[in-house]
């Protein structure tokens, strides 16, 4: 029969109870390296944060501007290959907006209208992003480009007008309250993306990022190449 050890060798003495191990705190030198680290990091994803979200604002603009773009052409479609006339020279009463005219082609049908019908000038993928939009000045992100607008010719269309439609701008980015953007009267685009970068919907649709300045003489402003 195995031999019984006594009970202060397999349990511990009694009159030295095991003391419980409390674990060490942190010293000022980690808690000053700790709150250093976190310095750093957060130095390092903020501004990526801001350039992801950037990034993002300016491909929502150029998604916009391609649906608008859309719209634009079946708008042409129906109206005898021309696009939509600005206000004030469509001999409407009364008169529209291009915006207006092409709404209902981009589900915004009724949506835009005076300030007296209380109705934005701008709206839905009307609006940039990164443009907020003010009803007091109804200043809009987007204007037509004037050399290719529609009013100033009786014998305007599509076709015989814009003979290079890839490479002919159709609408550009703006920050008043107008129908046209002259490049000649009004200077430079506004450029409301990163590396100073402003979208550009051309005639056939397609939509492109330009960062460098484009004057009055660039060919694509342009219809009649």
Not at 91 to 118: C, F, H, I, R
Not at 187 to 194: A, C, L
């Amino acid at each position: 029969m195995p031999q019984l050890l006594p009970l202060s060798i397999r349990y511990g003495s009694p009159s030295h109870p095991r003391r419980p191990r409390h674990a060490a705190g942190f010293t000022l030198v980690e808690l000053l390296a700790v709150i250093a680290i976190i310095g750093i990091l957060a130095g390092i994803i903020i501004p990526v944060v801001g350039s992801v979200r950037a990034r993002s604002k300016t491909t929502g603009c150029t998604s916009n501007l391609r649906q608008i773009g859309m719209g634009m052409l079946l708008y042409a479609q129906d109206n005898k290959a021309r696009f939509p006339k600005v206000y004030g020279r469509d001999g409407l009463t009364p008169s529209t907006t291009w915006m207006q005219k092409t709404a209902a082609y981009v589900g915004l049908d009724n949506v835009l209208g005076t300030a007296a019908e209380g109705k934005p000038r701008a709206a839905g993928l009307f609006l940039c992003p990164e443009f907020t939009y003010d009803s007091g000045t109804r200043n809009v992100p987007y204007a037509l480009n004037v050399y290719i607008d529609p009013s100033t010719g009786s014998t305007w269309d599509y076709q015989t007008r814009i003979p290079a439609p890839n490479r002919t701008f159709l609408i550009v980015e703006t920050n008043f309250n107008g129908e046209t953007h002259s490049p000649g009267s009004g200077g430079d685009v506004t450029r409301r993306h990163p590396n100073q970068g402003a979208n550009f919907l051309f005639a056939d649709g397609h939509v492109e990022t330009i960062s460098t300045p484009v004057p009055v003489t660039d060919e694509r402003w342009r219809a009649q190449l």
